[in-house]
């Protein structure tokens, strides 16, 4: 069975979305796949930003019937109690449960233990994505909180096993996921003018973006210095490398900068220079920082490097704890010399992120159990900091470049969090909002 449906749903600001769904499933007994794509030429809320929306939305309208001829392979269910249930309603629906269970009590579908029966593929084609020459592809798995996760572009071998289809299966052709042409065969087209307005919003998943393309940057970084190797290109040098990769991402440069001064923001100022985090995302049109990034080369050179990551990760901690922000540590380096460094610390942070891999687990520590400096110490008491969570965001294709997300609490860390921008005008990139 291959189903194509022109999907619609509600976007961001109550926006009309669209995206294109392929669900396929071989057998009964294979998995059912959908492949969940972005239109050419729409400019509404993007898969990545809404999978959660979509999926949900596609899930309730083949058990309601809305969608005929598929079927989902599990509908589990759960119930939950009205936000106004007293205890004497709880009271009631024990006594007399047929009668009044209804009455105080919604059911929905879990949606997680659904996503785990099938596979979902993020899919945006061939200069629509990342990139110009081929489709950009991630596999989307959905943690118990409706979490989404991105694990990258998924095997042809790993397709073939779990779903009996071929790539070229999968993916409709060029025409099929071109609104434009979409739209000649479509009757009523109430949503032409969002379409067509100049409210245009740029999904940025910068922690993609950074895994894919820093790799190449640091080799061309080398060969241009005629460096065999990379130990003399250092973080400051990494920074510059990842701003020209955001100057592509992000829709306006000043949404992001180097070397941002958090000494004062924190209240932790003493004297001299001020501390600084190495690479700072703003909310736009704010200078509210919305992503904390610190940075770090693992190299033979460095003496007490895993003391140094630690020392990061707890300004990490308090990044996120004190200014609400989200933050990340990424180490670059050599593929022995990361393996070394991440070992040196491994109950901190992980190098396991696989998608097939079903136990995959964030790391967890308290505080009070990791070896930070004394002033660290000090200052994550001060904030009261007592948990330190990280999640693997990913690993690049040659093992050169790693990615974590580091926080106070779980319920903030997820895989290749998309963030969303809004250009008033396309063609200005003053015109954030």
């Given at each position: 069975m291959i189903r194509d449906l022109h999907f619609n749903f509600v976007g961001f600001h109550g926006s009309d979305g669209y995206c294109h769904l392929r669900i396929a499933q071989k057998t009964p007994d294979s998995k059912m796949v959908v492949v969940c794509s972005q239109y050419k030429n729409y400019y509404g809320t993007s898969p990545t930003n809404a999978v959660e929306l979509i999926a949900k939305k596609f899930f309730y309208d083949v058990v309601n019937g809305t969608i005929k001829d598929v079927t989902l392979p599990i509908e589990p269910t759960y119930e939950r109690w009205h936000d106004d249930v007293s205890w004497i309603d709880k009271l009631l629906?024990?006594?007399?449960?047929?009668?009044?269970?209804?009455?105080?009590?919604?059911?929905?579908?879990d949606i997680p233990k659904i996503f785990n029966e099938i596979l979902w593929i993020e899919r945006y084609p061939a200069g629509?994505?990342?990139?110009?020459?081929?489709?950009?592809?991630?596999?989307?798995?959905?943690?118990?909180?409706?979490d989404p996760s991105w694990h990258g572009r998924p095997t042809e071998s790993f397709i073939?096993?779990?779903?009996?289809?071929?790539?070229?299966?999968?993916?409709?052709d060029p025409e099929v996921i071109d609104l434009k042409e979409v739209q000649k065969n479509i009757a009523e087209i109430d949503d032409?003018?969002?379409?067509?307005?100049?409210?245009?919003?740029?999904?940025?998943?910068?922690?993609?973006d950074i895994l894919n393309v820093l790799p190449s940057k640091i080799r061309t970084a080398k060969f241009a210095s005629g460096r065999e190797n990379d130990e003399d290109l250092w973080e400051l040098q990494i920074q510059g490398l990842i701003e020209e990769i955001f100057s592509i991402s992000f829709p306006a440069k000043d949404l992001f900068k180097s070397e941002f001064k958090v000494s004062k923001r924190l209240g932790i100022h003493k004297s001299g220079s001020e501390k600084k985090c190495?690479?700072?995302?703003?909310?736009?049109?704010?200078?509210?920082?919305?992503?904390?990034?610190?940075?770090?080369?693992?190299?033979?050179?460095?003496d007490y490097q895993s003391k140094k990551i630690l020392q990061d990760i707890a300004k990490l901690l308090i990044y996120s704890k004190v200014?609400?922000?989200?933050?990340?540590?990424?180490?670059?380096?050599?593929?022995?010399?990361?393996?070394?460094?991440?070992?040196?610390?491994?109950?901190?942070?992980?190098?396991?992120?696989?998608?097939e891999d079903t136990g995959l687990k964030d790391k967890y520590k308290s505080v009070d159990k990791i070896e930070f400096s004394e002033e660290y110490r000090d200052l994550t008491a001060t904030f009261g900091i007592h948990s330190l969570h990280t999640r693997l965001i990913g690993i690049s294709e040659d093992k050169t470049v790693c990615l974590w997300q580091v926080s106070h609490v779980r319920e903030s860390i997820m895989n290749n969090k998309p963030y969303l921008y809004r250009l008033m005008n396309p063609s200005s990139k003053a015109d954030n909002v």
């Amino acid at each position: 069975m291959i189903r194509d449906l022109h999907f619609n749903f509600v976007g961001f600001h109550g926006s009309d979305g669209y995206c294109h769904l392929r669900i396929a499933q071989k057998t009964p007994d294979s998995k059912m796949v959908v492949v969940c794509s972005q239109y050419k030429n729409y400019y509404g809320t993007s898969p990545t930003n809404a999978v959660e929306l979509i999926a949900k939305k596609f899930f309730y309208d083949v058990v309601n019937g809305t969608i005929k001829d598929v079927t989902l392979p599990i509908e589990p269910t759960y119930e939950r109690w009205h936000d106004d249930v007293s205890w004497i309603d709880k009271l009631l629906v024990e006594l007399k449960p047929k009668k009044y269970k209804k009455r105080f009590k919604n059911t929905y579908l879990d949606i997680p233990k659904i996503f785990n029966e099938i596979l979902w593929i993020e899919r945006y084609p061939a200069g629509a994505g990342f990139w110009n020459d081929e489709d950009d592809l991630e596999l989307v798995s959905m943690g118990d909180y409706e979490d989404p996760s991105w694990h990258g572009r998924p095997t042809e071998s790993f397709i073939q096993e779990n779903t009996g289809f071929d790539f070229s299966d999968l993916f409709a052709d060029p025409e099929v996921i071109d609104l434009k042409e979409v739209q000649k065969n479509i009757a009523e087209i109430d949503d032409a003018k969002n379409i067509a307005s100049n409210h245009v919003n740029r999904p940025v998943r910068w922690t993609q973006d950074i895994l894919n393309v820093l790799p190449s940057k640091i080799r061309t970084a080398k060969f241009a210095s005629g460096r065999e190797n990379d130990e003399d290109l250092w973080e400051l040098q990494i920074q510059g490398l990842i701003e020209e990769i955001f100057s592509i991402s992000f829709p306006a440069k000043d949404l992001f900068k180097s070397e941002f001064k958090v000494s004062k923001r924190l209240g932790i100022h003493k004297s001299g220079s001020e501390k600084k985090c190495d690479l700072v995302v703003f909310e736009p049109e704010s200078n509210n920082p919305r992503v904390m990034i610190e940075i770090k080369k693992a190299s033979k050179l460095i003496d007490y490097q895993s003391k140094k990551i630690l020392q990061d990760i707890a300004k990490l901690l308090i990044y996120s704890k004190v200014l609400k922000s989200d933050a990340y540590l990424l180490i670059c380096g050599g593929v022995e010399e990361l393996e070394k460094v991440v070992s040196e610390i491994e109950g901190v942070l992980s190098l396991t992120n696989s998608y097939e891999d079903t136990g995959l687990k964030d790391k967890y520590k308290s505080v009070d159990k990791i070896e930070f400096s004394e002033e660290y110490r000090d200052l994550t008491a001060t904030f009261g900091i007592h948990s330190l969570h990280t999640r693997l965001i990913g690993i690049s294709e040659d093992k050169t470049v790693c990615l974590w997300q580091v926080s106070h609490v779980r319920e903030s860390i997820m895989n290749n969090k998309p963030y969303l921008y809004r250009l008033m005008n396309p063609s200005s990139k003053a015109d954030n909002v």
